[in-house]
């Protein structure tokens, strides 16, 4: 009986108060809740992907083809699903664009992985082989589907913006804003002292404004704040500006919290306002004997104070964002001043702390009004203005911006393009599937259904734009199987022809006909979808062009999302303890109060 109860006493020990899924069921859950996170994003992939209309518990509405942003606004509970959202994030933050395709991917490599699984193949082995597949795939893409060069073409910039446009909702206008987009992140490069390039997506703000087509959208040089002069009096245009910025009330001077001055005699209470009144203006005086002629806080500034600037002619803007300070400090060279307050236990206020620019200008489009900082002295900065008929797709226009923005400074940076269209994934295909035949170990499965995975681009893309997937997807296979052949085997080919050719009493250039086959071979590795004339076409001729980082990290960020989820085995979910009792009675009943 003892021993019966010891036994049953350990079972209570070891139980989880929880729920616990274990083996193939939790694997299985794990790819179905991620299959369906992809799915909810696959229609929205390519340049005639469809919109997704959000609606959240507010009654906000969101209408975008975004994939990081449908991701977000979706409320995912599993957290297998979750580690998918946070993927389209970090791809996002990495590259700002490919954050649709990624997900696919990862769900695709996920999918195909649980039918080896099903196969009887350990989940290690396939891991290792997901592993081998994406190193190998990602020194193809370096070595053989790369077009690098330290100085690319301004063309090929502009058709690397054109094709991250093409899938958004200015996707018919890519020609107008891929040169603004270009030509803006042009104007705001930065040389380090090690003589490297850098390209700042933050020195270029975005504004909206409401009313016009989106072709009167605008490239402004110089940085443009979303605020308007404190008073009307205050002029609208400064040339030689000298800029004092600030994140402090600039107010009448009052008494701190907690200071009670007793007053008995009436005339001395006129005195204490007249004191306060004259420290405001000595403050004020001290900013306008720096020579500063705009002055920006982040606060509020008073009408008191207003008035002392208005009548020295000084551009007052308050309210300005803290972001926007910090940015417009850094492009004209200004410091952001805290207090009045110096060592001495005084108050002053340096010309040092100044910024410096060509003309700061309160400019009017339509019904919304902007202050533009031309030319800062300190660094370049520009501004781009859109122009649309409502928010939502103001808003969808700035996100298509934004990525394109994204995907020029990555292309600047690391001076390499490959080409879009499912090129690259049609092409890792074919190596992966000739590659795997090579390792004589399990992980040779793991690599070919790596192979078949990454055929899910072209498929998506094909099935958006209402083409036949499986016959273009078996036309790209076969272009970039000529392209990977090797020589030899290509020599012989073009051999055959030419004895056909002299048996059938045809006259042939043999030299000729081989010339235009090895030709034929390098062209073919750049060739993708042509969705427009639903075809296969050399996108390198067409500009169908993405960045290479965009490739490798989408593929690198895919795989090891995949093989996280892979390696769980064990699902517990622990149940929330409920707290016992709580009234007065149960306190003494269980001791810890006396009655």
């Given at each position: 009986f003892n021993s019966k109860?010891?036994?049953?006493?350990?079972?209570?020990t070891l139980a989880l108060g929880g729920e616990r899924i274990s083996g193939s069921q939790v694997r299985s859950q794990n790819v179905t809740a991620a299959v369906a996170v992809a799915n909810v994003v696959k229609s929205s992939l390519g340049p005639v992907g469809l919109d997704k209309m959000l609606v959240d518990d507010?009654?906000?509405?969101?209408?975008?083809?975004?994939?990081?942003t449908i991701l977000q606004l979706l409320e995912v509970e599993h957290p297998a699903g979750k580690v998918l959202v946070e993927l389209a994030d970090l791809q996002d933050q990495?590259?700002?664009?490919?954050?649709?395709s990624v997900v696919i991917i990862a769900a695709e490599l996920l999918k195909i992985a649980e039918e080896l699984v099903h196969d009887k193949i350990h989940p290690t082995s396939i891991i290792s082989g997901f592993r081998i597949a994406c190193r190998e795939a990602v020194e193809f893409?370096?070595?053989?589907?790369?077009?690098?060069?330290?100085?690319?073409?301004?063309?090929?910039?502009?058709?690397v913006a054109k094709t991250s446009m093409s899938s958004k909702i200015i996707g018919s206008e890519s020609d107008f804003f891929a040169k603004i987009v270009v030509d803006a992140m042009n104007a705001v490069k930065r040389t380090s002292s090690k003589g490297k390039s850098k390209y700042p997506v933050k020195a270029v703000n975005v504004l909206k404004a409401h009313g016009g087509r989106a072709k009167e959208s605008r490239l402004v040089d110089g940085y443009a704040i979303n605020n308007t002069v404190a008073s009307q009096a205050c002029p609208k245009k400064m040339n030689g500006a000298k800029i004092a910025c600030f994140d402090m009330n600039i107010h009448k001077a009052r008494m701190k919290m907690g200071v009670n001055v007793v007053v008995t005699e009436a005339d001395k209470l006129d005195g204490i306002r007249k004191r306060e009144e004259d420290i405001t203006k000595e403050r004020i005086q001290l900013i306008l004997n720096s020579g500063a002629n705009v002055v920006l806080t982040v606060q509020g500034i008073d009408d008191m104070s207003l008035k002392y600037f208005v009548?020295?002619?000084?551009?007052?803007?308050?309210?300005?964002?803290?972001?926007?300070?910090?940015?417009?400090?850094?492009?004209?060279?200004?410091?952001?001043?805290?207090?009045?307050?110096?060592?001495?236990?005084?108050?002053?206020?340096?010309?040092?702390?100044?910024?410096?620019?060509e003309s700061v200008v309160q400019e009017r489009v339509s019904d919304d009004e902007f202050i533009v900082i031309n030319k800062p002295k300190a660094k370049t900065a520009a501004s781009i203005v859109l122009r649309g008929a409502n928010d939502f797709m103001l808003d969808e226009?700035?996100?298509?911006?934004?990525?394109s923005l994204c995907v020029v400074k990555r292309v600047l940076e690391s001076k390499s393009v490959v080409a879009g269209g499912g090129s690259v994934e049609a092409a890792l295909s074919v190596?992966?599937?000739n590659f795997s035949l090579t390792i004589s170990s399990r992980e040779q499965l793991a690599i070919g259904a790596f192979a078949k995975a990454l055929l899910v681009i072209p498929k998506t893309l094909a099935n958006n734009a209402a083409c036949d997937a499986r016959d273009l997807t078996a036309t790209l296979r076969s272009c970039h199987h000529t392209a990977q052949r090797p020589e030899r085997a290509e020599i012989e080919i073009v051999k055959k022809k030419v004895q056909k050719k002299k048996e059938a009493g045809e006259e042939v250039d043999e030299a000729k006909m081989m010339e235009e086959a090895m030709e034929k071979k390098k062209e073919l590795k750049w060739y993708g979808l042509d969705l427009v004339n639903k075809t296969v076409a050399n996108n390198r001729l067409l500009g169908v062009l993405e960045p290479s980082m965009s490739k490798i990290k989408s593929i690198r960020f895919a795989t090891e999302a995949a093989i996280s989820i892979l390696r769980i085995d064990d699902y517990i979910k622990l149940t929330p303890s409920q707290e016992e009792g709580g009234s007065y009675y149960d306190a003494i009943n269980s001791g810890s109060i006396q009655g």
């Open positions: 109860k010891s036994s049953m006493s350990s079972q209570k507010v009654g906000d509405v969101t209408i975008t083809n975004d994939g990081a990495e590259v700002g664009d490919g954050t649709t893409i370096q070595k053989e589907l790369s077009i690098s060069g330290d100085d690319l073409e301004e063309d090929t910039i502009v058709n009548e020295a002619g000084v551009m007052a803007i308050r309210r300005v964002t803290k972001e926007d300070m910090k940015r417009i400090a850094r492009v004209t060279g200004a410091t952001i001043v805290t207090s009045f307050s110096d060592m001495d236990g005084g108050e002053s206020y340096d010309a040092s702390n100044l910024g410096y620019s226009m700035e996100r298509a911006i934004h990525d190596f992966l599937s």
